[in-house]
């Protein structure tokens, strides 16, 4: 028999393994620095009682990737890649980079590349052996298929989307085609896949589907916050098909068994974010001295949350997270649309000094408001923080900072997405 994996365990969920694979035996420090040498420990001082998992397998291919001590662990089997959709969006983008700096596991992106799917975020990764880009539909069977088939991934981050509210209000087609119609495809052909594998891959394998609070509908001002199991209630063409796909997944689990995970995540912002959303329309608007349009009267409340914090979330639900569960994720950071506004405005004004219009507050404009706009959101994310022990880094004060200087210094990135250069480039790029 061979040793093949070996994890802290901390979390009663954490334990990803088949309990019939398993031997849990409590060792020394001495005996830990052995078998995990990159393992932080104390000189001298014995780990306090620190749970170990043996596995023993006959199969060559499971190997430790990732040990934090007392903390989160992430067991990945390093030869078999993860698929990621939407990768080449804001959040997905954000969360490759991440997966990059501190996993080994390959990881394989399909995006349609659509508007808001931009390569050019992921220049730096693009040449790493583990990293492969496949541009398609999640809605072209045969291509997800042929992915799931030849790559053989061992979990699934579904990001892919349309994603802006305005939009769907102009055309609600595409969220219907691909937030519906797409991830009902990704998960027939998921299911089809899953079920031919072996049963102990079908236990560790994991479908983590990516969506929003909005499909809770508006809260009054008093009310208390979403929690996990407050009713649907979507508003908007966007929300009705991101409820659409919540109740599929939930039903693949339910009816299936197939080992899913739903994170309904609050407004994140930072770096990457197309400038037709509220914080970089108005971080690019107030640059060039064009108007700050605000919707009705500003008063709308949004729980904010910086991306990165949002990605560590998803992370941390991939590893540790129940099947068949789902994840609130905010970053307790509720705030009227006006104040977000006048907070840019005020930091601008200290960044940009010489910009056309100083102070930046003089350039907002209330405009007729979003038809439907849903008043407030506010996520209660004790859920996750309780059972998975994640929480925010950032506070909207270091996150907004962290955004506006981002943008100020890519101004290569703003250019070409403001532009369309980068479009005209991926048309270059991915023409056969
Ligand atoms: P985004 O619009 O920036 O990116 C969406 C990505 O999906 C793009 O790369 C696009 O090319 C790709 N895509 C769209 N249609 C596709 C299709 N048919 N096939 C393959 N790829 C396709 O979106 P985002 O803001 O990064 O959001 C990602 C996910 O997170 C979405 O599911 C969204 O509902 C959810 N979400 C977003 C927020 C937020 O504040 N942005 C908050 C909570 C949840
Ligand atoms: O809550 C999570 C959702 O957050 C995600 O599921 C969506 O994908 C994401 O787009 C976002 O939706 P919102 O509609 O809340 O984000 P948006 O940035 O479009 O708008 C934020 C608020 O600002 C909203 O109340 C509308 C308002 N707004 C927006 C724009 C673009 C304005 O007042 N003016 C604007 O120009």
Known sequence: MVILGISGNSHPRGNRWPLRWQKRINIPNAGLAKLAPDLPTKAGSPIPPFQLQFRFAAREDWRLISV????????????????VTGGAGFIGSNFILRWFEQEQTPLINLDKLTYAGNPRNLVSISSDDRYQFVHGDIGDRELVTRVLREQRPQAIVHFAAESHVDRSILGPDDFIQTNVVGTFNVLEQVRAYWSELSEPEQQDFRFLHVSTDEVYGSLGPSDPAFRENTPYSPNSPYSASKAASDHLVRAYHHTYGLPTLTTNCSNNYGPYQFPEKLIPLVILNARRGKPLPIYGDGQNVRDWLYVVDHCEAIGRVLAEGKPGETYNVGGWNEKKNLEIVETICGLLDDFCSQDPVVPHRNL????KDRPGHDRRYAIDARKIERELNWRPRETFESGIRKTILWYLENEKWVNEVTTGA???????QYST
Do not use: G
């Open 364 to 367: 907002i404009t209330f405009v």
């Open 422 to 428: 980068y479009r005209q480039w991926i048309e270059k």
């Open 68 to 83: 934090v001590q007392r903390r989160e662990r992430v067991l990945l089997r390093m030869n078999k890649p993860i698929l």
